[in-house]
């Protein structure tokens, strides 16, 4: 595969004279343009705002070349006017690329036409990608992905030979650091040298925490702790089946054989029915690291803040591989597919439109769990082949299904299921969902503990008796859900989808009461 450096040196012996590389990652950038400049021959130069011109050794070493040159225009003029080959790295120009600055962008594709002869180059660092219309047709952008183990590895070294610790390259330790920027996880080595005195597999938990603390910095992603199993999971059957299956397309010899690695899962259903809880059993079982992406969070209120949070985020997921990426409820976050130049730009349907290529184009071992309530807010684009392995629908749970969540919720209360009656607890929880039974458990608890008696059948009944489940309340979305998934997604669970409950003759729905007191502000008549 031909690496960032390899494109960068091809366009520059292709002829280009202005480039752009995006990456938070300033020192990564700088060594790329050092490499190129002796690569090609030619002398570096470095500007910044802070610090103005400087001229940069082959070794990285920087000495004033001009210290009073921070502004950009008379810097972009002087480098146009010059008859002697360089590169020129211009960090953190971002601040310039804007249509206000536009003399800056006026310069800017002057130096985007220069010559071959003499040789001038011109590179500029951003911290994200982007260029304003004047631009993106006249100069190519680069964007450097996060640092690879090998990357990784001469940070591990660094870091130790700077606090003086003795570093074992384990290959755990440098795994757990993936997803990091060279800043990050030089920090992250940092403080786990400083907690262990010194870097080996006792670090691992260390650097994993704090790669939590800064994922959860990006707000976007969320690096979720694997606490379920599929034992944890009540039925689902086909789901289970299919999932072991695809579990063992990420083992070794499976590209040999000519699998693909497994792309991903969307699963259609009731509320509160085991969707997100699988995507969690999902991560623990495989013990692949679990990103929770949240889609509301994607969008910002500065121009091109939501495209770049959508990159950051995939590159982010990307470097983790192999992962298990949890998108939840993503109906609510594609509900803008069809948003307009006239309403937001037409931010929302570019960020869901990334979305959906990534999700069609991507090789890493990356496996999606979507789920959603809401099969009319989906776009037709998300359901089509190619962007997941399969569709399932997660129907209410059957009488056994029941029986076998009720005695995983008393299991998990440190309670002998065997004392129950669950088949009959089961008979009276007919269209439940599984956290409609879970809170039934809990509600039974929350009584016996009011009694001062031990949990017993009866509390666990009486609960149920007084939950209205949601296959009551929508009952005619459910119909119209259970109708859609027959002929368009495969079914989660092998039991025949048992009849919704009907409400007794006569009988409505709880209503919110309301007390029928006098306005006391309505003027009284006078006698």
């Known amino acids: 595969m031909t690496s960032t450096y390899d494109h960068l040196l091809h366009l520059c012996r292709a002829g280009a004279p202005l480039l752009h590389i995006a990456s938070y990652e300033w020192e990564r950038v700088r060594g790329h343009v050092i490499g190129l400049a002796g690569d090609l021959g030619l002398p ?28 950009p225009l008379e810097l972009l003029r002087s480098i146009h006017a010059a008859e002697e080959p360089g590169i020129w790295l211009l960090e953190d120009v971002h601040p310039f690329l804007h249509e206000t600055h536009h003399e800056v962008l006026r310069w800017l594709r002057e130096l985007a036409r220069l010559p071959t002869s003499p040789r001038k180059i011109v590179v500029l660092s951003t911290p994200t990608p982007g ?36 570093a074992t390259a384990n290959e755990a330790l440098l795994d757990a650091a993936r997803g990091l920027t060279v800043m990050e996880a030089s920090l992250a080595f940092g403080k786990a040298a400083a907690a262990l005195g010194r870097l080996d597999h006792g ?22 702790p694997t606490d379920a199993s599929m034992a944890d999971v009540g039925g689902l059957d086909q789901l289970k089946t299919w999932l072991e299956r695809r579990g063992r397309a990420f ?12 792309k991903g899962v969307l699963l259609l259903g009731v509320q ?15 013990q692949f690291p679990l990103l929770r992406f949240d889609m509301g969070k994607v969008f910002g209120g500065i121009v091109g803040q939501s495209e770049a949070n959508i990159r950051t985020a995939l590159h982010v997921a990307q470097a983790l591989a192999p992962c298990v990426l949890w998108i939840d409820e993503i109906e609510k976050g594609l509900a803008g597919m069809g948003s307009s130049s006239d309403t937001d730009g037409g931010t929302a349907a570019r960020v869901v439109g990334t979305l959906l290529t990534w999700l069609q184009e991507k090789r890493d071992p990356v496996f999606v769990v979507a789920t959603a309530n809401r099969i009319d807010m989906l776009p037709p684009e ?5 962007r997941f392995d399969e569709v399932f629908f997660v129907d209410l749970p059957s009488q056994a299904v029941r029986e076998e969540i009720l005695r995983i919720h008393l299991a998990k209360k440190k309670r002998t299921p065997a004392d129950y009656d669950i088949a009959d607890l089961a008979t009276r929880a007919v269209g439940y969902s599984g956290a409609e039974l ?10 016996a503990f ?60 709880p209503r919110l009461r309301q007390e029928a007191t006098r306005n006391p502000f309505i003027p009284r008549q006078s006698s």
Do not use: N
């Not at 670090?203 to 979720?224: G, N, W």
């Not at 083992?251 to 497994?262: E, H, I, K, V």
């Not at 998300?382 to 190619?386: I, N, P």
């Open 272 to 286: 509160g029915c085991g969707k997100s809880l699988t995507a969690k059993a999902i991560a623990a079982t495989w």
């Open 382 to 386: 998300l359901l089509r082949k190619g």
């Open 203 to 224: 670090a691992v938990p260390l650097v994993a925490h704090e790669k939590e603390r800064i994922i959860k910095q990006s707000e976007v992603l969320e690096y979720y």
């Open 131 to 166: 260029l304003p219309l004047d631009l993106r047709k006249e100069v190519p952008t680069l964007e450097l992905p996060l640092p690879g183990v090998d990357d990784l590895r001469v940070v591990l070294e660094q870091t130790a030979t700077a606090m003086g610790v003795r």
């Open 450 to 509: 009011s009694e001062g008696c031990e949990l017993a059948a009866r509390h666990i009944a009486r609960a149920l008796e007084q939950t209205y489940p949601l296959s009551r309340t929508m009952r005619d979305q459910i119909e119209d859900l259970r109708a859609w998934a027959r002929v368009r997604a495969r079914l989660a669970s092998a039991q025949t989808p048992e009849p919704l409950p009907k409400d007794a003759e006569g009988a409505s729905p």
């Open 251 to 262: 083992g070794a010899g499976a590209r040999d054989f000519g699998l693909d690695a497994p």
């Open 44 to 71: 570096m130069h470095v500007w910044s705002q802070s610090r103005g011109l400087l001229r940069c050794s082959g070794e990285g070493e920087l000495e004033a070349e001009d210290e009073e040159a921070r502004d």
């Open 438 to 447: 879970e809170e039934a458990v809990r509600e039974g608890l929350c009584e």
